[in-house]
């Protein structure tokens, strides 16, 4: 998953680079400049006094020394003064300059604070979506296998911004029933990945959203309902939509490598996130998206938020995957893409 939003100390995260959200002189501060100084120890603050601060909106690099990075990159966010002062702009530029100076130092993965959100008073919503916003066209745009993670240190502060929060807690209050009450695919005993339900009701139960013809025999049910496997229809869609595979993956959020797996074995089994995933980055309808979920064995339920709030970004045209992961991180879900 190129993008990732987990909540930790970003002063714990193993890897290639972590960002620091530093001030002009570079000499330490409090919030994420204090912990990450105190955990380099001195070293990092005599390697600071030569550089000769940052601008805002710049970037610059030392090594990480006692911290279990091999780079701390110190980039320098505006101070919020009510969003008339390019401040957005200026954000933004912390991230891109951030992300070019960690490529230059050939680092395959970068953990990024949610940069002036903290003292800085940039209002989090806007923060974090300027975060994910750039990050995002970055992974999507620079081809690039970077791994990328935001870091959120206390998950209370983190918002998606009322409106949308209000808007995707409406949907699930409309659509979320405790029980399963919709109907169950067929238990089917093959060496395709079944469509399981935990419980064996009668033919007519079939999910009536596929209009399955009701055949006598299983094999037929079968030969209607998955006439391709994921892969394959995964695939097909690619092709007609006249996508690269490479644009499909990264809209995704899923790397390379697990890309070239699903492309070489027709018979791949994804995990749901990835199903869905691949739905939103082929901007499938829903019914589109139940079909192609249904070929790897699973299916949308109203009982589970995960899927509701999946149904509502579908329902509402919006298929930007970091922001739909953005909004499942606020709600305690699993992320879209692949682990
Ligand atoms: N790990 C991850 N995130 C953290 C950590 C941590 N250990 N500590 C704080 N944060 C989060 C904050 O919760 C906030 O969401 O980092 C985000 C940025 O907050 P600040 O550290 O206050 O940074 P910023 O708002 O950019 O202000 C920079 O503060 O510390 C001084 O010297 C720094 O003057 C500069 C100013």
């Not at 395959?108 to 989090?124: C, D, L, R, T």
């Not at 699973?298 to 509402?316: C, V, W």
């Amino acid at each position: 998953m190129p993008l990732q939003i987990i909540r930790n100390d970003i002063t714990k995260i193993e890897c290639d680079a972590i960002v620091n959200a530093a001030n002009e002189t570079l000499l330490g501060g409090g919030g994420v400049d204090g912990a990450i100084h105190r955990g380099a120890g001195k070293e990092l603050l005599e390697e600071c006094k030569t550089l000769g601060g940052c601008k805002t909106g710049k970037a610059k690099i030392t090594r990480g020394y006692k911290l279990p990075c091999k780079y701390v990159i110190h980039t320098v966010g505006p101070v919020w003064r009510g969003g008339s002062y390019d401040e957005r702009k200026q954000l933004e530029s912390c991230y891109k300059n951030s992300l070019a100076l960690a490529k230059e130092n050939n680092c395959e993965s970068v953990a990024f604070p949610i940069i002036s959100s903290g003292v800085y008073g940039y209002p989090m919503d806007e923060a974090m979506k300027v975060a994910v916003d750039t990050i995002g066209s970055f992974l999507l745009n620079i081809h690039d296998d970077m791994l990328v993670y935001i870091v959120v240190y206390n998950k209370t502060a983190v918002s998606i911004g009322n409106k949308l929060f209000t808007d995707i807690t409406e949907y699930i209050d409309d659509n979320y029933v405790a029980e399963h009450t919709d109907v169950y695919c067929y238990r089917m005993s093959m060496p395709y990945p079944g469509i399981a339900s935990d419980k064996d009701i009668d033919s007519d139960d079939i999910i009536d959203s596929y209009d399955i013809p009701i055949s006598d025999s299983i094999d037929d049910w079968v030969n209607n309902v998955i006439d391709e496997s994921f892969s394959e229809m995964l695939l097909r869609k690619i092709d007609e939509q006249g996508m690269k595979d490479s644009e499909c993956y990264k809209k995704a959020n899923i790397d390379r490598k697990l890309f070239s797996k699903i492309r070489s074995n027709p018979q791949y089994k994804p995990s749901k996130t990835t199903a869905i995933a691949f739905a939103i980055a082929l901007e499938l309808s829903l019914d589109e998206t139940k079909d192609m979920l249904m070929k790897a064995g699973y299916a949308l339920s109203h009982s589970n938020k995960f899927d509701i709030i999946i149904e509502y970004f579908i329902s509402k045209g919006n298929y930007n995957i970091f922001e739909i992961n953005e909004a499942l991180f606020a709600f305690d879900q699993s992320l879209l893409g692949a682990l």
